[in-house]
């Protein structure tokens, strides 16, 4: 059977198209097949072409119901919707049909209080930190925002994905002939915590991280909360 996974949210700017894109291309090195559905109206679809998995146009209501029923008879599938922001009828929504729900928020104080809301309206949504520093002192001043505001639902909290310049990359209207590695790692991590947290094993045995003294900041290991982390859950 397919899985869904939602990314939504309240607030804009938190990076949902380019955590779409990245989830599906670690799933992709991790062998598994999987399609990026755009639900953004304010975003054009990009080209399959290059990547390691398809895309696909749910813009209106009626293709979302199209693209995702076909998701459902696609065995062992897995569909990563981009819900957009600032739409709260369509996360409802969205909400519904997902296995699991994704809230995605960057190192402020205004993201955290939106996504505690989130947490509370969503109760089965994990939140994930997006676009975290790297910076180790920045990295734990954002560690402390977060257990001071999002203590309560730590056991929610999955590991940071990391600001990585590279990102961008996927967001081409056709996707590179090459992908810096340390992109592929972050990709590659991210997508196997949401596979564990779906209990979903990865298809073929994985290739441990490329490593390049270019791309070094992507060897830092997370630190939000490191006890109780819903990645070492189960969902």
């Not at 813009?59 to 076909?70: D, I």
């Amino acid at each position: 059977m397919s899985r869904i996974i939602c990314i939504i949210g309240n607030k804009g700017g938190t990076g949902k198209t380019t955590l779409s894109h990245m989830l599906c291309q670690g799933l992709g090195l991790l062998g598994q097949r999987s399609a990026c559905v755009l639900t953004d109206t304010s975003r054009e679809p990009l080209s399959p072409d290059g990547r390691r998995y398809i895309t696909a146009d749910a813009r209106t209501p009626a293709a979302l119901q199209k693209v995702v029923g076909k998701l459902r008879t696609m065995e062992g599938w897995i569909g990563v919707i981009d819900g957009g922001g600032n739409r709260a009828d369509v996360d409802r929504s969205l909400n519904e049909l997902a296995d699991i729900v994704l809230l995605p928020f960057r190192d402020s104080h205004e993201d955290l209080r939106t996504v505690l809301r989130d947490l509370e309206t969503f109760p089965h949504a994990y939140a994930l930190p997006s676009q975290w520093p790297t910076n180790a002192w920045q990295r734990d001043a954002a560690d402390r925002n977060v257990a001071q505001i999002l203590g309560a639902h730590k056991h929610r909290i999955l590991h940071p994905v990391p600001s990585l310049s590279a990102s961008k990359l996927l967001l081409q209207k056709t996707a590179p002939d090459g992908l810096p590695s340390n992109l592929g790692n972050a990709c590659r991590s991210f997508a196997r915590q949401v596979m564990d947290v779906l209990e979903i094993g990865a298809a073929y045995p994985t290739q441990p991280p490329e490593r390049s003294d270019e791309h070094a900041e992507a060897a830092v290991p997370p630190t939000v909360l490191p006890e109780g982390y819903a990645s070492t859950a189960r969902h």
